[in-house]
Structure formats: C-alpha cells, structure tokens
C-alpha cells in the first residue's frame, strides 16, 4: 500500500512524475545527469528493475554508484559503474540512429511551442550580446535521434517561450512536416514536458498543450508563468502526489544530499490539502 507524502520539494515532484513514465521495455537515452538520471534511477528502484538506460556520453547498462557518492556528472567512473560497456556519444548515436533508442530525457533552459530546446545562449547570438550557458552537449543528438523525447524544466516565463532565442536541439521545429524536411526519421518528437507545476504534451499540429496540474497549483497559475498560451487538452487532469515510499528511496538510495533534489519551494499537505509550505 502506498501513503501520499505529507511534504516534498516541487524538485522531488517532477523526479516522481517522470519515473512514473518509464517502462522495463523500452531503452532510455538519458541527458546530463540530475533530474533526468535521478528519474531513471527511482523508476529502477521502485517499479522497473529491469529499465535499461544509455547515458548521454554512451555509457551502455551502468548501475550507477549512490547514494554516498554525489553524481556531478555523467562522465564519471561512479556514474558508469557496473556498465555493460563504457561506449561514446557517438556510438550511442549509432544505436538511436537505427531505432533502438525508445525515448530521450533531458534538461532545459528555454522551450518553445514546438518543442524545440535552447541550451546555448538567452538574448541574442550574434556579437555575443546573449547571456551564454554551457550549449546541447548530447542533447542534440538525443532530441534528433530518440524516438520521443520527454523534458523537464521550471514553470517560469522564461523557461516557456514562445520561440526559443537559440535552437540547441530540435523539436518540431516550426510545425508539422519540418522534421523530416530536415533529414530526422517521421514520426520522433517530444512527447512530454514536464514542470514542477504540470505535465504537458502534443498534438497532431505538433503544438504544446497542457494535460495535467500538479495538486497544489491552478490552470491559472500555470498559465500566468508561460510567456504564451498553449493548447489545452479536452481535460485537465490532476497529477498525484509522490508516496511517501517513493521520497524515502529517492531520498535514502539516490539523492542523500540533497544534491538534485533541495532545489525549489516545499510543497505541505495541511488541512487535507497540498499548498505551498510558508
């Protein structure tokens, strides 16, 4: 029996939703580190043993070494443990460019309407005017080649664009059709989007839409941090909670420090109903 957890980060939410996604039949290429690896390794710990994952560097199978060892960084020897071979970005390529690549995970700066993900600079590119970060890394080749993608970012203005300053790594691009015009298999995307605050999916028209709210926010709370109005699904659906069960390994097993997880505001079940903790 599972017991909905009395109080958790808005960072824990969005670990839990996304590992609720993943199944033991399909293969996972995962980005960076963080909330996309933290997610794949809940979803081992709890319901997918089995689940097996390529890191973003192309490490095949690792069984990653936590809690006691923080995991910075992908390309480290604690977070390849145990790998049934220690590959590279590009022999990871190869595998999602044959298709055996089910779905990519990854963190994002900026997304837009189209899915598209901005990792390299806000502001403008030209003159080096734009504040830059880091740039795709693998996420490039993840979002191009995985046949779905599901991402995860922060519900803030400008984290939803309407157009991305910079596109690091592609969506749909700018609609229906555009991905193939440009050489990536028919039928691959994002799937998901996931926030602190909401889970969001895709159409036909290839344009973003709300489906779901986590239980301590409104559609209208949602909508005033995105800087354009997506589609709305038939049917908003509440999300669930995490269970206590699920905080108590990712909390004991994976992030004992607090490392990915102590991020963002704390969430309190009071009165019978979740709210932001004061």
Known sequence: MSTPAVNFSEREFVIVQVSRL???KCIYWVGGGGEPLASVLLAKRTRVPELQYLTEDGVVAPEALVPFDPLMTMVASRANYRALQWGTM???ADIAHLGYVDYGILNTLQVDRYGNINSTVVGKYEGGEGRRFGGPGGADSIAALAWRTILITDQHKRKFVEKVDFISSPGFVDGPGARQKRGLAAGGGP?????PWAMFGYGQDCQLMLQAVAPYVTVDQVLDEMSFKP???KKIA???PPTEEELLILRTQIDVGGQVTDRGR?????DGKYRFAE
Do not use: D, F, H, Q
């Open 238 to 240: 509440p999300l669930e």
């Open 266 to 270: 704390w969430i309190e079940l009071k």
């Open 231 to 233: 589609k709305m699904a």
């Open 191 to 195: 799937w998901r989007v996931y926030s």
């Open 22 to 24: 993943l199944e033991a």
């Open 90 to 92: 590009n022999y990871a």
